[in-house]
């Protein structure tokens, strides 16, 4: 073998030697634990905390976390509003840095436009996904506990103008929010939520009753029990009653006045056809609160294209949207602002008011606009009948003590003239409310020191100047210094 060819083997024996090294190389710092990333922007926002890395670190191991990337709000598209792509390259930002910080605990799986429909379609079959969840995470791999982390949960937008201004990103908690979320689920022990079942048995396994709102309570992150008795949910942190079946007795009275003693958070939902005895019941006791359930089915009439209609059992479906939702309260500040309507259905009034002293504040969460009136139940028939007024009637209220009180005790309250609204298909038309609710009573509502202004987030080029940021990197600046190589190769040769 001639010298040229022994020297073209060692060659090659270098380089198969050298790529072998770097693909090895390579393979090991794809590790999420072995790689180190570093965060320069001026604000250290780039990333996840700190916080949040080491919650994402102690979730189980196979944990799984499904972001859907979609666009679903037309208002949020209208006019080239920047919302959906800014919110979506930050989202893949931070989700990426979560999985390198998770040392492999945490999987993601990102489904947006370009991602195969049945993929799509089977992820949102299986999570039982709303339309506006963005983020479900799974502790310890698929089925088991969840939470859900909604799109306004995570950015707070300001919505389009009706002089032409498109919507926009106005400040972020996703850092916070998924940190809050993983440490949750982490903890291994979930809070526990019970339903009251009474009269109802192997309701919350019923699609047609309650098992709508059993998968939403799992969504929110809670355990659900089903209670035939309150003597039942003492040891649970979120006692949710939607609808009474059934007067109490003396001993679960005796419960009832407990639970609120105690200042732990309460859903009541009771219908316009709930007896008389159960809203008496609730009303003695939630007098010192300064609410109170008022008897009667509220009705509006329903517009049509040729006037409005009365008469119709249509009557006592309301809908509520805008002006309805209270602008100023957690619970229903974004539905204000988003335009979006609810339906509340077979509902009683709602009152708030008629206490003196400041224990409590009361905050009418629904109304009704200015043509509703309640009817008689005895004498239903959807129609304002003499001595029935008009006016506005309030659907839901929302009680909580002036001094905030920390840990699980928080002592909120919400009080629903609707218990047929969380029930079966009902719910999915109250749905954005019914999971503000939770998350109000379980104190995630969006905090101001959460947020990050949306000037302060890492830049985010648009994609045109992303592409032309790459040719300059990846062919511009390479090509200017081999061409200076090759110009000084011939000059030396001269």
């Known amino acids: 073998m001639n010298r040229r060819l022994r020297l073209a083997a060692l060659m090659l024996g270098a380089g198969a030697a050298a790529a072998a090294v770097a693909v090895l190389l390579l393979a090991t710092l794809a590790r999420p634990g072995l790689r180190l990333r570093v965060d320069l922007t001026r604000t250290g926002s780039a990333g996840v905390s700190e916080?949040?890395?080491?919650?994402?670190?102690?979730?189980?191991?196979?944990?799984?976390?499904?972001?859907?990337?979609?666009?679903?709000?037309?208002?949020?598209?209208?006019?080239?509003?920047?919302?959906?792509?800014?919110?979506?390259?930050?989202?893949?930002?931070?989700?990426?840095?979560?999985?390198?910080?998770?040392?492999?605990r945490l999987e993601i799986a990102l489904l947006d436009a370009a991602s195969p429909l049945i993929a799509v379609e089977e992820a949102q079959r299986r999570l039982a996904r709303a339309p506006?969840?963005?983020?479900?995470?799974?502790?310890?791999?698929?089925?088991?506990?969840?939470?859900?982390?909604?799109?306004?949960?995570?950015?707070?937008?300001?919505?389009?103008?009706?002089?032409?201004?498109?919507?926009?990103?106005?400040?972020?908690?996703?850092?916070?929010?998924?940190?809050?979320?993983?440490?949750?689920?982490?903890?291994?022990?979930?809070?526990?939520?019970?339903?009251?079942?009474?009269?109802?048995?192997?309701?919350?396994?019923?699609?047609?009753?309650?098992?709508?709102?059993?998968?939403?309570?799992?969504?929110?992150?809670?355990?659900?029990?089903?209670?035939?008795?309150?003597?039942?949910?003492?040891?649970?942190?979120?006692?949710?009653?939607?609808?009474?079946?059934?007067?109490?007795?003396?001993?679960?009275?005796?419960?009832?006045?407990?639970?609120?003693?105690?200042?732990?958070?309460?859903?009541?939902?009771?219908?316009?056809?709930a007896s008389e005895e159960v809203v008496t019941f609730w009303n003695a006791l939630l007098a010192a609160r300064g609410v109170q359930f008022a008897a009667g089915l509220v009705c509006e009439p329903v517009r049509t294209a040729g006037g409005t209609v009365e008469g119709d059992a249509m009557c006592g479906n309301l809908e509520v949207s805008g002006p309805g939702f209270d602008a100023q309260h957690p619970v229903t500040a974004q539905l204000a602002l988003s335009g979006r309507a609810m339906l509340i259905a077979a509902a009683r009034p709602v009152e708030v008011g008629g206490l003196s002293g400041n224990d409590?504040?009361?905050?009418?969460?629904?109304?009704?606009?200015?043509?509703?009136?309640?009817?008689?139940?005895?004498?239903t028939n959807y129609a304002q009948d003499p001595g029935e007024r008009r006016g506005i009637r309030g659907l839901a209220a929302a009680i909580e003590p002036w001094t905030p009180r920390s840990g699980a005790a928080n002592a909120r309250l919400v009080v629903c003239g609707s218990a047929a609204s969380l029930e079966g298909g009902r719910l999915a038309y109250a749905h954005d409310f019914a999971a503000a609710v939770l998350r109000w009573l379980a104190g995630r509502e969006m905090r101001d020191f959460e947020l990050v202004a949306a000037r302060e987030l890492p830049f985010r080029p648009a994609r045109p100047t992303q592409a032309r940021l790459d040719n300059l990197a990846v062919i511009v600046i390479p090509g200017l210094a081999f061409t200076l190589a090759a110009w000084i190769a011939w000059r030396r040769r001269r």
């Open 51 to 104: 916080r949040t890395a080491a919650a994402v670190a102690s979730l189980p191991p196979d944990s799984l976390l499904t972001a859907f990337l979609l666009l679903e709000n037309p208002a949020w598209m209208w006019n080239g509003s920047p919302v959906y792509p800014r919110a979506f390259d930050r989202l893949r930002t931070i989700l990426e840095d979560a999985r390198l910080r998770s040392r492999g």
């Open 360 to 379: 409590w504040t009361r905050t009418r969460l629904l109304r009704t606009g200015a043509s509703a009136w309640a009817d008689d139940v005895a004498l």
């Open 132 to 273: 506006g969840d963005a983020l479900i995470l799974e502790a310890g791999g698929r089925g088991g506990p969840r939470r859900v982390l909604r799109f306004e949960e995570l950015f707070q937008i300001v919505e389009p103008s009706p002089d032409g201004t498109p919507a926009r990103l106005r400040a972020e908690r996703l850092d916070f929010a998924l940190g809050g979320a993983a440490l949750a689920l982490a903890a291994g022990d979930l809070p526990r939520a019970a339903v009251l079942t009474a009269g109802r048995p192997g309701a919350l396994d019923d699609p047609l009753t309650l098992a709508p709102l059993a998968r939403l309570l799992a969504n929110e992150g809670y355990e659900v029990v089903a209670v035939a008795s309150l003597l039942d949910a003492q040891d649970c942190n979120l006692l949710v009653i939607p609808g009474q079946h059934q007067p109490f007795a003396p001993a679960e009275e005796t419960a009832a006045r407990a639970w609120l003693d105690s200042e732990r958070p309460l859903l009541l939902a009771l219908g316009a056809f």
